[in-house]
C-alpha cells in the first residue's frame, strides 16, 4: 500500500461537523434526563413524606390565617374561619342556691364525777424487815432511817447471807395498799426496785432485800 492511499483512508476518518451534532443532541438528552428524575424524586420524597405524617401532626398543624384571609376577600367568602364555632348570645342562667346548714350533734356530758376511795394507810401498823443483799455493810440500817423518816415503824435489819442482784420488796397481798408508799421511798435508793409476793404466814408483813 502506497502513502497516498494511506493518506486517503486517515483523511476519511476524520470528525465531520455533523459528528458533534449527534453527540450533542445525546447529551442534552442526558442532562434533561438527569433534570427531570432528580425533579420527580424530590417530589415524591416530599409527598410520602407528607402521605406517612401521622394524622394528629396534620390536624393540630396551625392554621395560615393571613393567607386564609387574602383568599377569603379575592373569593368573597363568609367570614367563617374552619373550627370555630359562631358565637350565640344565650342569657345567663343563674339558680339561686341555699346553703345546706348541717345539723349540730350535741352529745349528752357525762357530769359524773369518778372519784377513787381513799385508803386510811396507817404506816406504822405493818412490820417491815430489812436483809443486805449486797456486799456493802450499813445499806439495810440506812433504808431502815429513810422508811422510818417516812412514817413507817422502825424496821428489822439483817444479813440475807447471799448477794442478790437487784432489789426486791416482798409484800403479803392483805397489805398491797402499802406498795406505792414503801416503793416511793425504796426507790430513791435502788431505781430497778421490784416487788414480789410475801406469803401469808410470814412473820413480817414486808421484806425488803437490798440488791447489789
Sequence with gaps: MDTKDTLQKIESKKIKPVDFIYLGVILLFFIITAVMFFTSTNFIIGHINKIFLPVEEVANKPLDMERYRLIEKKLNLPSNIPGEIPAINTPLITTATTPVIPATITAPVNTK????????????????????????????????????????????????????????????????????????????????????????????????????
Excluded at 168 to 181: A, E, N, Q, V
Excluded at 191 to 208: A, L, Q, R
Design 113 to 212: 364525777v369518778v372519784t377513787t376511795p381513799t385508803v386510811n394507810i396507817d404506816k406504822k401498823s405493818i412490820s417491815i424487815n430489812i436483809l443486805n443483799g449486797s456486799k456493802k455493810a450499813g445499806v439495810a440500817s440506812l433504808l431502815s432511817n429513810n422508811l422510818e423518816k417516812a412514817g413507817f415503824s422502825k424496821s428489822s435489819t439483817g444479813d440475807n447471807g447471799t448477794v442478790i442482784p437487784i432489789t426486791t420488796i416482798y409484800i403479803k397481798d392483805s397489805k398491797k395498799d402499802y406498795i406505792s408508799s414503801i416503793q416511793d421511798v425504796v426507790k430513791k435508793s435502788y431505781p430497778k426496785t421490784i416487788t414480789k409476793i410475801n406469803p401469808e404466814n410470814s412473820n413480817f408483813d414486808v421484806i425488803i432485800i437490798t440488791g447489789k
